[in-house]
């Protein structure tokens, strides 16, 4: 009797295993690579190239469609005079260039890449100029290939400008938050440091960075419309507190999607059992160490706020590296306005008590704020 019932729960297990190995997944990636600004009297030009590459080597996938929607953050569209978007293949032959406005349909075999370059011009009331903060792109794109057809949405930053302001690094407060603009994907982490760090730094100083920013800038974030959750998902979801981003169909999907099913269902039920018998958080030590690093939508700074951020990856290495460069501490928090501090990395463990105690108060901010760094100065002396 009790071979039989192992017997069934391993073949359920294993039937889950196979229907998540066999969803509906595409192996294309889009990467944006590089961009410029133009600016001719009152018209902004950007152009930017992304990358679409097949991390499949037998497996070829057409892409039907490619469709780009610029958003300008910061205005609203009545200070907009007009926008315009242009999509250039640069794979097609001099017969197809001719058609600018028509995505001719194109087949990636497996291991190769295509690259694509978009130009939006726009021009803008003269009262909007300085309160724009980014250009924000929303790509949807069709995937069609052996695992059926559906539209695929990436989305990235491209910053209003590359000038550095450190209007805001004078400060000599013991906990400085230090503004910058909105993140992307197009950002190098240690060059955002590097760039907005005060000149009046001292070595023995800590500089803080948010995971979440640092997870933005290595383009670690997933729009909601590309998550399909399924019967699972929408089940355990259930088990968890509403201001968890587990609570969601598909902040649980995601997590699901990282670890494997199975994993989390058995994580879900010893969590469970041992939550009944007063032994909490059992469930994060069990699920991954993305369980408790996944931030659901509304959890982070627009325009990021309708995507599911996962944690930075290499953390130490990261620390490690921006410490060198810099001279001066680094750490990776994760910071919120009860008072929590989770320190995920740093090139220091000596300075941990001192990190915790100096950001309890969360000076960042979890809000609009901007303020992904914060620096905290020593009092001894370089």
């Known amino acids: 009797m009790l071979l039989n019932s192992l017997f069934v729960i391993i073949t359920i297990f294993f039937l889950i295993e196979i229907n998540h190995c066999f969803r509906q997944y595409s192996p294309l990636v889009l990467k944006p690579k590089e961009f410029k600004k133009i600016i001719l009297n009152s018209k902004h030009k950007y152009i930017t190239r992304v990358e679409i590459k097949n991390s499949k080597k037998r497996m070829e996938v057409m892409i039907p469609s490619f469709n780009v929607h ?67 792109l929303d790509i949807e794109w069709g995937n069609y290939g052996p695992f059926g057809s559906f539209k695929r949405f990436d ?76 019967l699972i998902s929408r089940i355990l979801c259930k088990g968890f507190h509403p201001t968890s981003s587990l609570a969601t169909a598909s902040g649980m999907q995601t997590l699901i999607n990282i670890s494997g099913p199975t994993r989390v269902i058995i994580s879900w039920l010893i969590g469970g059992i041992l939550k009944f018998f007063g032994v909490k958080g059992m469930f994060y030590r069990l699920a991954g160490e993305q369980a408790r690093l996944i931030d659901d939508i509304t959890g982070t700074t627009p325009p990021y706020d309708k995507s599911i951020v996962l944690g930075p990856k290499d953390t130490k290495t990261f620390c490690i590296n921006a410490a ?28 941990a008590e001192i990190i915790k105690r100096s950001l309890t108060s969360n000076p960042a901010g979890n809000a609009n704020q901007q303020t992904p760094l914060v620096l905290i100065r020593s009092d001894e002396p370089g």
Request: proline letters at 5%.
């Open 155 to 230: 989305s990235f930053v491209l910053p209003n400008s590359l000038d550095i302001s450190k209007a805001n690094s004078s400060s000599t407060n013991l906990v400085d938050p230090i503004k910058t603009h909105i993140l992307g994907s197009l950002d190098d982490p240690i060059g955002v440091l590097e760039s907005y760090m005060p000149p009046n730094y001292l070595p023995t100083d800590i500089l803080t960075i948010g995971e979440s920013p640092l997870a933005v800038m290595q383009g670690r974030y997933i729009d909601y419309r590309n998550v399909k959750s399924n």
């Open 324 to 351: 060198k460069k810099l001279n001066v501490n680094v750490a990776v928090v994760d910071v919120n306005d009860l008072g929590r501090v989770k320190i995920l990395s740093t090139n220091n463990v000596n300075n």
């Open 70 to 136: 610029p958003q300008l953050i910061g205005i609203d569209k009545n200070e907009i005079i007009k926008i315009q978007t242009r999509i250039k293949p640069l794979h097609l032959d001099e017969e197809e260039k001719q058609n600018n406005d028509y995505w001719t349909a194109y087949i990636l075999k497996g291991k190769k890449s295509i690259f694509v370059e978009i130009e939006i011009e726009y021009e803008i009331k003269s009262t909007a100029i300085d309160k724009i903060k980014c250009l924000w």
